[in-house]
């Protein structure tokens, strides 16, 4: 008589458990990351395009550039703006607390700059 190989309903049902957690976890975690790309683009895009504004100038671009691309995580008065030379320079840090299930919760900071 051969010995039967293979995983057990048991084993199956562990497996495809721990396959769903991750699963709802990426999908929660997902749209704080997609939000976040689109905060350091925005922040990129508008360093470059004013390389010589002042400080008044880059938060109204972020403002109008905030209400196209619809962030809210952050306002113009979150960014810190600096001169590198005749380079604005954008950065902004946040935190951002995603509940996954019951009392957890993943809390992620985040950082974007445009240099």
Same mark, same amino acid.
Request: hydrophobic share 50%.
């Given at each position: 008589?051969?010995?039967?190989?293979?995983?057990?309903?048991?084993?199956?049902?562990?497996?495809?458990?721990?396959?769903?957690?991750?699963?709802?976890?990426?999908?929660?975690?997902?749209?704080?990351?997609?939000?976040? %790309?689109?905060?350091?683009?925005?922040?990129?895009?508008?360093?470059?395009?004013?390389?010589?504004g002042t400080?008044g100038?880059?938060?109204?671009?972020?403002?109008?550039?905030?209400?196209? /691309?619809?962030? /809210?995580?952050?306002?113009?008065? /979150?960014?810190?703006?600096?001169?590198?030379?005749?380079?604005?320079?954008?950065?902004?840090? %946040?935190?951002?607390?995603?509940?996954?299930?019951?009392?957890?919760?993943?809390?992620?900071?985040?950082?974007?700059?445009?240099?």
């Amino acid at each position: 008589m051969k010995n039967q190989r293979g995983v057990t309903l048991v084993g199956m049902v562990v497996i495809c458990i721990a396959i769903v957690i991750v699963a709802i976890g990426g999908l929660k975690i997902a749209p704080a990351y997609i939000e976040y %790309y689109k905060v350091k683009k925005a922040i990129v895009a508008i360093a470059q395009a004013n390389r010589g504004g002042t400080v008044g100038d880059v938060r109204r671009a972020f403002e109008m550039r905030s209400a196209i /691309d619809d962030i /809210d995580v952050i306002g113009p008065k /979150d960014l810190d703006i600096t001169k590198e030379g005749n380079d604005v320079v954008i950065s902004a840090g %946040y935190s951002k607390r995603i509940p996954l299930f019951g009392n957890v919760n993943v809390v992620i900071d985040f950082a974007a700059s445009s240099n």
